[in-house]
């Protein structure tokens, strides 16, 4: 066991975002994080990426709270933007570059040509699905143990998603843990060992995609409708 999130509970306000949640992770997994918008996903990621304080309860990487060790290790990739406007496509790299010790500039360059982005493009002049592709790139470009990937595939086209997913793959490895969120839950599905369920805050199942379909006969797709729909509805 790689990371342990134990009673993890986030209170803004009045407001449980994430209500003690408990789980352990796996090295060597890619996880697959579900469950409709406002389910406490990208809080409890933060909370794992040292970027929020739990209110109450704790997150253990290697046995050690999350903190300034933690985040050498944990790599993050947000859903906001987070790139200075002026920034060209090289700058990200040399930014990235001297904030972290594990982020390799090669590595970095063979994602931006696989994305097709160059160096000379300015992070303000890129699309949405482009300016997915640059924060992948650099994010991927860290020799982390853990990455946290919150929603990776969001308003990018099918094409692009394959790019996208296949970098992420690339990082597979018994040393790593991978931990995916998006709505996309059937393209997760395809690559996931395992599937986290978030609703209202709280973590309501947990599975290997594996034993899922072998003794239960489900997919993941199937048990997200269980839990999240009504009477079966499609979720596509
Ligand atoms: N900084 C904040 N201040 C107040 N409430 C917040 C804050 N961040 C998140 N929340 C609330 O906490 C709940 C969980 O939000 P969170 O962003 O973690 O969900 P999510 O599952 O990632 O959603 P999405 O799929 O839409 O990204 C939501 O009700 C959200 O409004």
Redesign the pocket.
């Known amino acids: 066991m790689i990371l342990e999130s134990k009673e993890a509970t986030?209170k803004?306000?009045s407001?449980?975002?994430?209500d003690h949640v408990s789980l352990k992770l796996e090295s060597g997994l890619v996880y697959a994080m579900l469950?409709?918008?406002?389910?406490?996903?990208?809080?409890?990621?933060?909370m794992t990426a040292g970027l929020?304080k739990p209110t109450s309860g704790e997150i253990l990487y290697q046995n050690q709270p999350i903190g300034k060790e933690s985040k050498k290790e944990i790599a993050y990739m947000s859903?906001e933007p987070y790139f200075y406007n002026w920034m060209s496509v090289a700058d990200v790299g040399n930014y990235y570059a001297d904030f972290f010790e594990d982020f390799s500039m090669e590595k970095y360059q063979q994602m931006i040509t696989r994305m097709e982005l160059t160096e000379d493009m300015k992070a303000k002049k890129l699309s949405s699905g482009m300016m997915a592709k640059l924060k992948i790139a650099v994010t991927m470009a860290r020799k982390a143990k853990i990455y946290l990937l919150?929603?990776p595939l969001n308003g990018i086209d099918l094409l692009a998603r394959d790019e996208i997913m296949k970098s992420i793959l690339e990082a597979v490895d018994p040393d790593v843990t991978l931990v995916v969120?998006s709505?996309l839950v059937d393209e997760l599905e395809r690559v996931a060992d395992a599937a986290l369920f978030?609703k209202d805050?709280h973590l309501v199942e947990q599975c290997m995609v594996e034993e899922l379909r072998i003794s239960r006969h489900k997919s993941v797709v199937d048990l997200y409708r269980e839990i999240y729909g009504h009477g079966g509805e499609a979720v596509c």
């Open positions: 986030k803004y306000g407001k449980t975002a994430v469950g409709p918008n406002g389910s406490g996903k990208t809080t409890w990621m933060k929020v859903t919150d929603e969120s709505h978030m805050g």
